[in-house]
């Protein structure tokens, strides 16, 4: 089992930049793909990104590629988000997610795939 822990969010102007980490219990955190995910009010959750298990590989939703990054750190338990050049419709609950797989594929963006989920952090992006 695995519980998860997002903090990082805040307030920031547009252009700015914030950090977001996943913290993650267990001694298996290195057999998940971990995510990120986004849900605006009125909206549908969205994918955000994704990485491997060993970092090697990532994905971004169109959105935001260029401008987020997303890492992990299995010696700490921990996933990142580094989110830079934010636009006020980055506004959003960032959540961050686990599945038991090791590769990223054509499901990454389903947020059925995800077994785990964190309590997510408000982001939000002022013009």
């Known amino acids: 089992q695995v519980q998860l822990v997002e903090s990082g969010g805040g307030l920031v102007q547009a252009g700015g930049s914030l950090r977001l980490s996943c913290a993650a219990s267990?001694?298996?955190?290195?057999?998940?793909?971990m995510a990120w995910f986004r849900q605006a009010p009125g909206k549908e959750r969205e994918f955000v990104a994704a990485?491997?298990?060993?970092?090697?590989?990532?994905t971004y939703a169109d959105s935001v590629k260029g401008r987020f990054t997303i890492s992990r750190d299995n010696a700490k338990n921990t996933a990142y988000l580094q989110m830079d050049s934010l636009k006020p419709e980055d506004t959003a609950i960032y959540y961050c997610?686990?599945?038991?797989?090791?590769?990223?594929?054509?499901?990454?963006?389903?947020?059925?795939?995800?077994?785990?989920w964190g309590q997510g952090t408000q982001v939000t992006v002022s013009s």
């Open positions: 990485i491997t298990w060993n970092g090697v590989s990532t």
């Open positions: 997610a686990a599945t038991r797989q090791y590769y990223i594929d054509s499901r990454v963006g389903a947020p059925y795939v995800y077994d785990h």
């Open positions: 267990g001694r298996t955190f290195s057999s998940y793909v």
